[in-house]
Each structure stands twice: as C-alpha cells, then as structure tokens.
C-alpha cells in the first residue's frame, strides 16, 4: 500500500442542484461530495430554478456559494433564456461570473443560434460546452443505449447519432467561428472521431467524458434506476473508443456529469427514473482501477485528464501544489457503499464495486476539506 499525493482534481461537469432542487442537493452537500472525492474546483451546471441566464438570475447561485460552499464553485451561464433553445441569454452580462456558457440537458437545436452563441462567446473569450442531442432523433421513452441489450430485453433505445449527429453539425460551425467549444459527455465512437479529426485540423475543440462511459457497457444494464444516465452507457465498441480517446489525448478529460436525485426520483426502474448518477466520490477509486491498473491509460495521463486538462480548458488556475492537492491510498481494497455517500443522491452504477484506491485527504486552498 501506498499513499501519493496528487494535485487536487478539478470536475468540470457537476450539477449542484442549488437553487431549485435542493432535495435533490445542495451547495454544501455537493461540494462536500467533491471534497471527498479529491475534488477542489467543480463547474456548475445552469439547469437549475432560477436558470441562469441574466446576472439577477445567476445572484441567488453565488450568495448560496460563498455562504455554504467548501471548494470552489464555478458556475455555468446558461446559452439560452430558460434552456429553452429560442433566444440568448445574456452572455456578455454574465461574463465576468461563469467559467463558460451551457444549456446542459438540452441541445441547442437551432444551427443559427449556436451559431450565434458561438460568435459571442468567442468575443468574450469564453468556452461553451455543449450538450449534443439532436431530439428529432430521438423516440419516446428511451432510456437506454439503442442496442443490442435494448432488443434483447424490449427496452426503447436513444441512438448514437442523436449525439454524434449534433456533434458533426457543432464542429462545422466552428470551422467558422473559430469558438473555443467543448463537447459533453462524450458516449459515442463517432463522437471521439469527430473530435479526433477536428483537432487535427486545428480546431480549438476539446471533450469529456464520465467514468460510467469509460468502464461500462449497455451489457451491465440492469432494470434500475442507477443504470439509467443520459447520454446511456452504450457498446463495447464506444467504450473502447473511449479509452483510446483517453490514452491518446482525443479526450481531454474526465467530468462525472455527478447527477443527484432522490431515492423515489431514482427507485422506479429503467423506464420511470430520472437520468442522471452520481459520481463525484466514486471518480477518481474506478478509474484508477478500471484503467490504470489495467494498463490502459497511466496515472499520468489520468492525472492530466483529472487536474490539468480542465482547468486549462475552463481558464481556471492550476491546482498549486502545495495549497491544492490530494492524497490517495493505492492498492487497497474497499468496495463501493452508496449509502455512505457524503452527496444526498445515492444512486451509482458502482454500488457494491471492489475499488483498489481510495481518497485520504483533500486540501483546497491550504485547507483540509476532507479527511484528516
Ligand atoms: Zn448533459
């Protein structure tokens, strides 16, 4: 066994919850969770009550922050007014307090007004990270991966091109815009070529993806809410791309898309829970063990995807290494116990999994906020 320190880890794709949903989580239960997952700098999702789309509606999200939060808190501005893909927000009010701009939970279906959000946010330095969903693509009551687990088992399927079809459409307009975009969750192979080709035209594109993509596939689907995330795990094949993503720097880095619910939000099955898991205490133990310990990616690149990577691509300052850092036990054995989770959502796919790492200690700015 063997204890290392690591810079501390920076998620660029947490939902808070914080105004709006607090049943689900709240500022403080939130960034407690990431504390303990050896993360000090998380970005916020804007899908919340109100949606922040005006610096009025962004207040109530930055006084609950500095009154409760115990790492550093960098909200999302949303694109549009409400998500509701019609007009703009106020990106350029809200510039000087996000860390980028998104309508997480939503494409953006109109071409034009990506377009648009992309000349702006260009002009005001600013990435935008997009979730890429197309919904004429997609069939009521989809849950899962439309695949073979999907037709075995009578489940409606969500499509790889409802992803990977917006994606395509996203990188041609930043040949023209030239914005800094970054793709969410990534899930699919085609989405990785994508972006692996658009970089090599020099695009400033980047992407993430979430440790459920990475270490799962559709055939670990079970009939519970805990297995039902949107984007949907998918085949082996996407997985697979995805680690090769990783390993080769196609995929910038790792967010956990940590999406809270309630047990009753989550208790009804595949077909009537809500999307979305958590993931911020679980990260860092899976994929160390998953990947590293496979030989499939290195603990240095892990590490990069981890602390570096998304702090360069959000424009946030490197963890220092003596005020912000973490210190894991490696080659240990514990498994995974949801209903231990310092976040009030409980629901993993991990639940129950033998991990060979866990997080000792989290400093963030020169203080411990998680262990001793
Ligand atoms: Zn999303």
Redesign the pocket.
Known sequence: MQIMKLPAFADV?VHLREPGFEYKETIASGTAAAAAGGVTDVCS?PNLKPVPDSIEALRPQLEATSSSAIVRVHPFGAITVGESGKTLADMEGLAPFVCGYSD??HGVQDAGLMREAMLRAKALGKTISA?CEVNSLLVPGGCVHDGQWARDNGFTGISSASEWKMVERDLELVRDTRCRYHV??VSTKESVALVRDAKADGLPVSCETAPHYLVLTDADLRDEGRFKM?PPVRSAADREALREGLADGTVDCVAT?HAPHSSEEKGRGLRGSAFGVVGLETSFPILYTCLVEQGLVSLDRLVEAMAVRPREIFGLPQADAAQDFVEVELGCRQVIDASLFVSKGHATPFDGMEVHAHIVRTVCGGRTVFGV
Do not use: K, P, V
């Open positions: 794709h999702m997480d939970g979730h969410c969750h949107n898309d």
